[in-house]
Every structure is written in structure tokens, then in C-alpha cells.
């Protein structure tokens, strides 16, 4: 297979009308695939399902400890709860809060309460502040991005490695005060696959902000997540950064969002104990508490970190033949091109492929067109825009393999045809 880059004009004209014709034979199928998001698919959600016969008589209701779980009480979570997903992290009971159904909402709400009452060592809530800069890794979640925007903080992107965000201009741009944040994805990074390294999380951990009330969002959602291979620890962020004499710098945050059931999971935030005493004086105003059936609902299916890695295992054999479906697509079609680039994860809910620039948009219209609906192009940068027009978020997830298959097809012919048009036919 000849690579694009070195064929001759009639070389290229040929070779667009072969995949042109391959392109029309696809859209004339009428699909509807949507790779749009990671979400589970229905097999992994049927998976779960039988968590809902856990608690059927008035005594499944009451926890071990004799808390009643479906009248008023602990704001900060139920302690069985609690215990559980400090297991899961690495941390200590009182540094977990368990919340509602989504981490996203917790994340969202520690920023809201530092805009209306500041954070532990702020100065001043942050409404009061004249400008709000915010640290983002790129490629990365459009949802973390958002909630920056929707603030109107100023968004800084900080390119991504092989090992992480790029930690020299990290400790550069923290030495301005105005800077009062960063995302993490520490764990298959969202969309990249990148696990942090050591020496990146050692110097996250070491960071020395100017702002007292700098918060290191550490969005843990893949923690348990691999489908390739044994879990694959990771530091505990938290002691990293007390050793460091920073405890009160970092957030971290989890959910059971793709572990049980999307939407109807548990989303947890750790924090120092200074932290969590801070936050729960500003949200007792705002809730009573959050879901605790639900909480024990998941003690009870979860039971510890060994039952979570258990159940993570049987999500793997699920998970596995769709990255591989996409991934042996990829380097039989798009490889020896050289017209696109790619990571291999092994573990999280994403293929980030990096196409030839100036190419992902005409890509992503091209498979619309041909009935598959893929992540935005510039999705995964800061203001939704994109440098080099070419990072592509691919999620495997939803689809069953079949289907799966025909929409990479559908993907590696629109690959070619931008790239193709991109070098002129």
C-alpha cells in the first residue's frame, strides 16, 4: 500500500475514486451509528442490572452500622459508602465525600462555591476577581472545558505528552496568581489513553502556585477502567500532595459511572479534611444529603475494591474486542498511509487518532454525511477550537462489534478522501 504523501497526482486521482466509490457504497446502507460519547453499551449496562434486587424488604434499607438510609442524614455520605471508595482511591475515610449520581456535578460545584464564597485560603470569592485563568491539557474533556467557560474563566491550554501534561510550562504558567486551577484526567487520560507518569504526578504534587487558592482538579474517571491487561495501580494524589505540604491544593473525583449504571451511579469527591470541613459548611445550605439507597445499593453489589476490580474484569471482555475492532481497522487501513496518527490504549473509553492537518472537520462532516455521528471536531481543546484541525475522539464503547466495524470503515474512508482532497486531487 503506497503512502499518500508519495503518490503521483494520477496516483492520488485513482486511488480517490476507488475509495470515493467504497465512500457512496456506504452512505447508500443508511446507517444511524453514533460514537458520539463513551457511553457503556446495552450488554455492560445488562451486566449490572441485578444490583436492582439488592434491596427489596425494609431491613435491606439500614447498613450495617444501623443508619437508615432512607431518612435524613450524613451530608458527607454514608460511611460504608465512604469507606468503599476510599478502598478504591488509596485515601482516608474522612477525606471522601459521596455525593449524587455524577462527579461532573461535584466538580462543577466546587468551582460554583469557590465563585460565590472562595475556596479554604481565598482572599475573596471569585466573582470578585477581576480575571480567572484556568489551566487545560489538550486534547482533552470537553466537559471539563465547559464548565471553565461557562464560568468566564480564561482557558489556557497545555499541550499533552507521552507522559502527561507538559509539567515545565505547568510550574511557568502557576507562578501567575490569576491562575486558579488546572484539569487532570490522570488515568487514560480523556481522549489520549495516557497514564500519567511518576515523575509528572510528583511534580503536580510539588507544584507551587501563587494563588494560596490554586485547585488541582484531579479527575480520577478511569481509575479501575483497564481492558487490557491487570489493573495497573496509581498514587494517591492526596498523600502526594500532603507530604508535599500542599493538602489542601487538590480535588480529586470519581464516579461509578461506567463501573455500574450511567446516570443512576454514585460520584465521589476526596479532598483534605480542611477542604471537606470547608465544603460541607457551604452545601449543607444547599442539600439535606444526597441518594443513600443508592449509596448502600452499591456497597452492597461493590462490596470492596476487589469486588469493583472483579466486576471492572468482566467489563474488560465487553470493552476489549470493540478497541480491537477499531485499533486492527486503523492499522490496516489508515497505518501504512501515513495519513493519521494514533495512541494504542489499554485501558478508559477512547481512541484519541490525530489526522492529517486541516483535515478532522472535513472527516467528521464526511461520515455525517455517510450516517456516522462522531465527537465534534475541536472538541477536545478549549473553546471547542482546535489548532490544527485534527484531533478525532473516537468512542468504541456504544456499538455493538458489528456495528462497530461498519462505522470504521466509514471512518477510514472519510480519513482518506480529506486527505486526499487536502493534497489535491
Excluded at 462555591?113 to 479554604?120: D, F, I, Q, V
Excluded at 462532516?365 to 482546535?386: N, Q
Aim: glycine share 8%; hydrophobic share 45%; aromatic share 8%.
Amino acid at each position: 500500500m503506497k503512502k499518500y504523501l508519495e503518490m503521483t497526482l494520477a496516483e492520488r486521482q485513482a486511488e480517490y475514486a476507488a475509495v470515493k466509490a467504497q465512500y457512496d457504497g456506504l452512505k447508500a446502507l443508511g446507517l444511524q451509528l453514533n460514537m458520539a460519547r463513551g457511553k457503556p453499551g446495552t450488554e455492560q449496562l445488562d451486566m449490572v442490572t441485578d444490583m436492582f434486587t439488592l434491596m427489596l424488604k425494609p431491613e435491606d434499607f439500614v447498613d450495617i452500622d444501623g443508619t437508615e438510609t432512607r431518612n435524613y442524614g450524613e451530608l458527607a455520605g454514608l460511611p460504608s459508602a465512604r469507606a468503599l471508595f476510599a478502598d478504591i482511591l488509596g485515601c482516608r475515610v474522612s477525606q471522601v465525600f459521596v455525593g449524587g449520581n455524577a462527579s461532573l456535578q461535584l466538580m462543577y460545584d466546587a468551582i460554583a462555591k469557590a465563585y460565590t464564597h472562595g475556596m479554604l485560603h481565598s482572599e475573596k470569592p471569585w466573582s470578585k476577581l477581576e480575571k480567572v485563568k484556568w489551566l487545560c491539557p489538550a486534547p482533552g474533556y470537553d466537559r471539563h472545558f465547559l464548565i471553565s467557560q461557562s464560568f468566564g474563566m480564561e482557558l489556557i491550554t497545555v499541550p499533552m505528552t507521552e507522559e502527561g501534561p507538559d509539567m515545565d510550562m505547568v510550574e511557568e504558567l502557576v507562578k501567575d496568581p490569576a491562575v486558579k486551577g488546572m484539569w487532570n484526567v490522570p488515568k487514560y487520560s480523556n481522549p489520549e489513553g495516557i497514564i500519567y507518569s511518576d515523575a509528572v504526578i510528583h511534580r503536580m504534587a510539588n507544584l507551587s502556585p501563587a494563588a494560596p487558592d490554586f485547585m488541582l482538579m484531579w479527575d480520577n474517571a478511569y481509575c479501575i477502567h483497564e481492558f487490557e491487561g491487570g489493573f495497573v495501580p496509581f498514587a494517591d494524589i492526596l498523600s502526594l500532595c500532603e507530604e508535599a505540604g500542599h493538602a489542601d491544593m487538590v480535588y480529586e473525583f470519581a464516579s461509578t459511572s461506567k463501573v455500574t449504571l450511567p446516570g443512576s451511579g454514585v460520584g465521589i469527591m476526596a479532598c483534605s479534611e480542611a477542604n471537606m470541613a470547608h465544603f460541607l459548611s457551604l452545601i449543607t445550605v444547599q442539600t439535606i444529603g444526597f441518594d443513600k439507597v443508592n449509596q448502600l445499593r452499591h456497597v452492597k453489589y461493590l462490596k470492596n475494591k476487589e469486588g469493583a476490580l472483579a466486576l471492572m474484569a468482566r467489563h474488560a471482555t465487553v470493552l476489549a474486542p470493540k478497541f480491537h475492532a477499531v485499533l486492527d481497522a486503523l492499522d490496516r487501513e489508515i497505518a501504512p498511509l501515513e495519513i493519521a496518527s494514533y495512541r494504542r490504549p489499554t485501558g478508559g473509553y477512547f481512541v484519541s487518532l490525530d489526522a492529517m492537518p486541516g483535515t478532522a472537520k472535513r472527516t467528521l462532516a464526511l461520515c455525517k454525511e455517510a450516517g456516522v455521528t462522531m465527537t465534534g471536531a475541536g472538541a477536545t481543546f478549549p473553546y471547542g477550537i482546535d489548532p490544527n484541525d485534527s484531533n478525532i475522539r473516537i468512542a468504541p464503547t456504544l456499538p455493538p462489534v458489528a456495528e462497530l466495524e461498519q462505522a470504521i470503515e466509514v471512518l477510514c474512508s472519510c480519513l482518506k478522501l480529506a486527505a486526499l482532497e487536502k493534497l489535491g486531487v
